[in-house]
């Protein structure tokens, strides 16, 4: 139980921000929602002060995988996404937050599922960091080319946006971890718990905002979130198996095309204004990725399905 106390404090979160949402909406004339982007630059921050050189020489190394990962990361879910607003029959804003959040880059629980799943932690690390730094110039354009009839999508608004909430903070965090290493040593140990409860901060607020839209389409837009993440998890696992990668390395892209930054994906509704709808499937994504990678990388974990190969 102990390894999914935090899944189940999120779901416990999101109950309860449901169905008392008054005391999650605002705090003495404080719109909560607002404090999103900030929450999500100190995680950003984090990200960048944990990030080392090798990240990037790693990108050298391996240029086949991480080349893989990253097309498949952008090309599978925001498509998925798209096919599933086709499906269901969703109002034009809650059906482009299935886009936005296909969009988005993969998060931090991918590398702890993949931990978990005894896949390629160095690639998984890698691919996270390769798919938030560029997330700021593609997610964008596939926001517009995708779900540009369903909301009126600023691109390049959006773009500073994500450098704002994204690039800046990471490259401030890798800075300081470089040249100031001593008290960066003193800050990341804290850092980690801030990003936990930072999640569940925007994941609660985020659900208490739009509690009246999901009492409308909640059940609906559930099923399409769990088949936008599972399908994530297939499509990427065997699209990585045409590539002909190992076992390894297909769970661990499998992971990374599965699990998005429902965090990133929910700051990006803040700015646009539109977070208790456009906002909606990533507060849902967030903890039910949770729960289904959890799921999976344990028994990915056990491996024995594995051999010698498929693990060097």
């Given at each position: 139980?102990?390894?999914?106390?935090?899944t189940?404090?999120?779901?416990?979160m999101?109950i309860?921000?449901?169905?008392?949402?008054?005391?999650?909406?605002?705090?003495?004339?404080?719109?909560l929602?607002?404090?999103?982007?900030?929450?999500?630059?100190?995680i950003?921050?984090g990200?960048g002060?944990?990030?080392?050189?090798?990240?990037?020489?790693n990108?050298?190394?391996?240029?086949?995988?991480i080349?893989?990962?990253?097309?498949?990361?952008?090309?599978?879910?925001p498509?998925?996404?798209?096919?599933?607003?086709?499906?269901?029959?969703?109002?034009?804003?809650?059906?482009?937050g299935?886009?936005?959040?296909?969009?988005?880059?993969?998060g931090?629980?991918?590398n702890?599922?993949?931990l978990?799943?005894?896949a390629n932690?160095?690639?998984?690390?890698?691919?996270?960091?390769?798919?938030t730094?560029?997330?700021?110039?593609?997610?964008?354009?596939?926001?517009?080319?995708?779900?540009g009839?369903?909301?009126?999508?600023?691109?390049?608004g959006?773009?500073?946006?994500?450098?704002?909430?994204?690039?800046?903070?990471?490259?401030?965090?890798?800075a300081?971890?470089k040249?100031?290493?001593n008290?960066?040593?003193?800050?990341?140990?804290?850092?980690?718990?801030?990003?936990?409860?930072?999640?569940?901060?925007v994941?609660t607020t985020?659900?208490?905002?739009?509690?009246a839209?999901?009492?409308?389409?909640?059940?609906?837009?559930?099923?399409?979130?769990?088949?936008?993440?599972?399908?994530?998890?297939?499509?990427?696992?065997?699209?990585?198996?045409?590539?002909?990668?190992?076992?390894?390395?297909?769970r661990?892209?499998?992971?990374?095309?599965?699990?998005q930054?429902?965090?990133?994906?929910?700051?990006?509704?803040?700015?646009?204004?539109?977070?208790a709808?456009v906002?909606?499937?990533s507060?849902?994504?967030g903890?039910?990725?949770?729960?289904?990678g959890?799921?999976?990388a344990?028994?990915w974990?056990k491996g024995?399905?594995l051999?010698?190969?498929?693990?060097?």
């Amino acid at each position: 139980m102990k390894n999914y106390f935090y899944t189940i404090l999120v779901i416990v979160m999101v109950i309860i921000a449901y169905n008392f949402p008054q005391y999650f909406i605002s705090v003495g004339g404080l719109e909560l929602t607002s404090l999103i982007g900030p929450v999500l630059q100190i995680i950003m921050f984090g990200m960048g002060a944990s990030i080392t050189l090798n990240d990037f020489t790693n990108v050298i190394k391996t240029p086949k995988l991480i080349l893989i990962g990253v097309c498949l990361q952008f090309m599978i879910m925001p498509l998925w996404g798209f096919g599933l607003t086709q499906i269901f029959s969703f109002p034009p804003a809650i059906a482009a937050g299935m886009i936005l959040i296909g969009s988005s880059p993969s998060g931090l629980a991918s590398n702890v599922m993949a931990l978990l799943a005894k896949a390629n932690i160095a690639l998984s690390v890698t691919l996270t960091v390769c798919a938030t730094l560029l997330a700021p110039f593609i997610t964008p354009y596939l926001m517009q080319w995708l779900g540009g009839e369903l909301i009126e999508v600023d691109t390049l608004g959006m773009m500073w946006s994500m450098c704002k909430i994204v690039l800046i903070p990471v490259a401030l965090g890798f800075a300081l971890n470089k040249f100031l290493p001593n008290l960066m040593d003193k800050v990341k140990k804290i850092l980690p718990l801030f990003s936990m409860a930072g999640i569940i901060y925007v994941i609660t607020t985020v659900t208490a905002k739009g509690q009246a839209s999901l009492s409308e389409v909640g059940a609906l837009l559930f099923v399409a979130v769990l088949l936008h993440n599972v399908g994530g998890y297939f499509f990427g696992y065997g699209a990585a198996k045409l590539f002909r990668l190992k076992k390894k390395d297909a769970r661990t892209i499998a992971l990374e095309v599965g699990m998005q930054n429902g965090g990133l994906a929910s700051a990006l509704a803040v700015e646009m204004g539109k977070v208790a709808t456009v906002g909606l499937a990533s507060a849902i994504f967030g903890p039910l990725m949770n729960v289904t990678g959890s799921l999976l990388a344990s028994w990915w974990g056990k491996g024995k399905d594995l051999t010698d190969e498929d693990m060097a």
